[in-house]
């Protein structure tokens, strides 16, 4: 009788399948609420250790958010949890109000608008700079279409305007790979931009950047935010000071305080862990 | 002014690619012009012989073509690719015997010999249609094609990758040879299919028809390598070398990675398949041991010298090792497999690149 079961439900007329289903198949992305990302509850464990315990976070649109923590404190997994590339055991996690991040593979959600930058720079070396812009440019990502496609002018433009923001115009043809560190980690940041992401995660975008370097991706950043939200790793202090508006501290897996700079820097928990890291 | 038709755009971004086609043209050429201007006994007679040795030089070539468009250009390392070349053989194979009607042996104008010898009473159901050469063509692309679709289906959902995609190519070449080996699957068994008489109507063993099939190979070789260069110079090249060269990274810009390998991987076993079923009316035989996993990894060993990731490399390298399998079959049979192993051990350590790098690097540094 337990086989006739998922024979009786399918037969069951009242059910709509998720195939047939075109706002599950294509969800727009909604913020009327003026939340972007929900995180709630979220656990992951990997062979008994508990990366993520019970992490909610809300990010709003618009928003320019630092999440600061120790090592191991579950930042790369978070990330993770919210680009598809792995499943928490329990929990929920949104995109918007309506697309479901648990239930999507990383292309779907990748095209539903969530860009990532990864900590260490991972541009495609065999490529030329331009030819890294182009294929991170947002648009069909079908075969068939990818076979025939064509740059349009308007394209043409979009990718001459990505290499002018990252510096990069006069090394258009250059291999991706014979790019310094620093030039790397723009190209990334502008593949990122090219995919024109409504949330940015970026996971350490200054890590050895040269000052100078390093300041010109604080203005980029707070530039996006307002516009598309964005959210940031870092273990720059100074570099999350000049930026953020609202940090979070995320330690052992979950959060343990969120606010300005100032108070989470005074916060007595937030001391502790950090002082406990240095000892 | 600036050229943009298709053609021009693919000559135009590499000098080997038209060199390639400059040389393939010219075999193409002179080689039967040779067999029919110049009287047998002249020094510069191409016989019959030479004429079906390098057809089935091209079609290996054609081969390594479809194994160098997955594994050079996006790093999918099939050791079972002879298996969709040996399908695509099969299927002409079975054409070829309904061709042969009364004229088999024990003369039944439906059933071929072999089923006739195993006291079959009708024809199997799959081999109906196959005394239509439209159907026969069709199957040569379809039967690899959908093999290679579920096959590639289930392991690249699952994302098997590397040395494991791999290996479990392998095992589906050996499955397949163990499977075309039985007599009850109604191909042959350990004979396979020979003894065959006409295609299209054309006495297989006039000359003329000899240097159709060869001047139809050398047409499809050219086809092929155009056909791929026009893929990898596309924007859809340029996603499965991204692929080879980070999976993961692609994914996270949006491209299902899946969907490129599969397609990508179905349309290299079609090619395969024209390769094979070109193959079989020159040598006029197929066998379950083309299905053998050695096979299939000599293949893979012939565009490792030619050079991976340029496709005429793949061409170059399949001619010359199967030139010097011809040669030292016969000078010195027991080194040949000696002769291959070391082959593949100085390719791999000393020349990365392949033949074709070598050239380059000869190119780049003049004296």
Redesign the interface.
Known sequence: MSMLKPLREFADRDRVFDMVNPALRAPRLDVSHGTVLYLEDISVSFDGFRALNDLTLYIQAGELRCIIGPNGAGKTTMMDVI?G?TRPDTGSAFFGQSIDLLRL???DI??AGI??K?QSP?V????TVF?NL???MAGP???WS????RLNAEQQEKIDRALQLIGLQDLRFALAGSLSHGQKQWLEIG?LLM?EPALLLVDEPVAGMTPQETERTAELLVSLAGERSVVVVEHDMEFVRSIARTVTVLHEGSVLAEGTMDQVQNNPKVVEVYLGEQV | MQDHSAISRIMRSDSGIRWFVGVLVAAAVLLPLAHVLFPEDSSLHISTYTLGLVGKYMTYALLAVAIDLIWGYCGILSLGHTAFFALGGYAMGMYLMRQIGTRGVYGDPLLPDFMVFLNWDSLPWYWYGFDMFWFAALMVILAPGLLALVFGWLAFQSRVVGVYFSIITQALTFALLLAFFRNEMGFGGNNGLTDFKELLGFDLQASSTRVGLYLTTAAALLAGVLVCRW?VA???G??I??IR??E??????????E??KL?LFCFSAMLAGIAGALYVPQVGIINPGEFAPINSIEAVVWVAVGGRGTLYGAVVGAVLVNYAKSYFTVAWPEAWLYALGALFVVVTLFLPQGVIGLLRRFRREPA
């Open positions: 680009t590339k593979s990383e292309p990748a095209q860009g990532r990864f991972t495609f070396e065999q490529h030819e182009e294929l991170a990502r079908g075969v990818m076979l025939f496609a593949m995919q | 893929i596309s924007r859809f340029r996603v070398a991204a060269d980070s993961s990274r692609t994914r996270f810009i949006g491209y299902r990675v969907h490129y397609w």
